[in-house]
Structures are given as C-alpha cells and as structure tokens.
C-alpha cells in the first residue's frame, strides 16, 4: 500500500517528531544544541513557520509549530538538515545521515491540545531520565513559558496566551498547570496520533479540516463496504 503524503494543513497547530537513526545521538554537548537552535530558529523564519514550543533530547527532536503553508514545515526540516548535518558529520568526524527516516507530523486542534501538548513535550526530559526537573533542563521551551528565561524566536501561540491578561498570570498559570505529570492517556493519544499521521481533535475540528484538504484525517474502516439491503434505493 502507498504511504500516505504527511498531513500539512496552513496556519494550524501541528507536532513534529524527528528521531535520530538507530542508536545515533543528534546532540553530544551544549555547543551542538546551540547550534540545532539556531539552524531551527533561522529555517522557521524563512519559510514563515510560527514555533511555539519544543525540547531536544540526545536522540530526538519535538516541536510544536504553524506552518503559513503546506511546504514551510517540511522546508523548515531540510533546511536545518543541510546545515545541521555537515555540520555535526565534521565536528564529529563521522559520515551518513543523522535522522531514523522522514519526520512524523500530526495536525492537533489547537484549543484542545495546545497546552496538554506543550506540557508533554516539556515534560520529556524528566520521563526520560535526562533531567529531574523541567525547568532545570536548558533545552526545551518550558523556561518560556514559565518565566525563568526568554526564548525570543519562540511565537507564543493565542491559547497560551488566554491563559492571563499579564505575562505574570500566564507564566503562573502554565508552572501550575505543570506541577502534575501529564495524563497517560492524553500522552498515549497525542503520540499514536503523530506516529501514524492522523489529525486529532473534536468531531468539529476534523469536519472543518476536511474542507482544506484531501487527504484523510483518520485510518479508513478495515473490512468490505457494506452491502446494501435488498430493495435499498
């Protein structure tokens, strides 16, 4: 069966996974994570993709990201694989490729998920074992939307925003929000949806976005269509 293109749809939240190939790390010391950044942050400017939260870990990348088009966000990626790439292959005195494959993406409905999603990706660092506190880990957005340290180049998107009338409201409201582990259910959702490419969110979400694009939002139904009953018109 054909793969189906990754499901891209202008100006709405989407989540980016990229892996690094088996048993490669992306980032060995803080010079490469600085590095990745600013590859990220230029490429995400230039093809007009609003980031709004993220965190890099050995092996993996997590983003959360707008594209203003159906290209920007796969642009973005093969930008800063061309930098990143030769760039780490030299200082590393390695060759091939870093990425375990094409990026997974996923369409989310901002107004559900935008909050719950940032706070799993921000959280990744603590269930993974890298750090034993997120705002103690220098390589994610949590910082940002804490307070503790301005990410200039990160969009805060309206959702975060309606969260206080004062950066101080929003910053206190996101660290309480934050002071529980994400729900394991939430988390199984989010990332079955990236992994396969299928769009998640509300009935409305997913009747509105069908009307900006062709592709299916969601697996077709297994087995054979139905068979009409006899003297069905």
Request: charged content about 20%; overall charge positive.
């Amino acid at each position: 069966m054909a793969r189906l293109p990754r499901l891209v749809v202008a100006n709405h939240l989407h989540y980016l996974i990229a892996l690094a190939h088996h048993q490669q790390v992306l980032f060995v010391d803080e010079t490469d994570y600085q590095r990745f950044l600013s590859a990220l942050a230029d490429a995400a400017r230039q093809y007009r993709v609003a980031l709004h939260a993220y965190v890099l870990l050995p092996d993996r990348v997590h983003v959360l990201a707008t594209p203003s088009d159906t290209l920007g966000l796969s642009k973005m990626m093969q930008a800063v694989g061309r930098i990143y790439v030769p760039y780490f292959n030299a200082r590393h005195q390695r060759t091939g490729s870093l990425w375990g494959g094409r990026f997974r993406a996923t369409v989310l409905d901002a107004a559900s998920y935008f909050n719950d999603c940032a706070h799993l990706i921000e959280y990744l660092p603590v269930q993974s074992g890298a750090s034993q506190d997120m705002a103690a880990y220098p390589w994610s957005s949590y910082p940002h939307h804490a307070g503790l340290q301005r990410q200039p180049w990160l969009t805060d998107h309206p959702v975060y925003w309606a969260m206080g009338n004062t950066p101080f409201d929003r910053e206190a409201a996101y660290q309480r929000r934050c002071t529980q582990p994400p729900a394991p259910e939430l988390t199984a959702a989010i990332e079955a949806a990236t992994h396969k490419g299928w769009a998640l969110g509300p009935e409305a979400f997913q009747a509105s976005l069908a009307k900006l694009t062709q592709r299916r939002l969601q697996p077709a139904r297994r087995g054979r269509p139905r068979r009409p009953a006899p003297g069905a018109k």
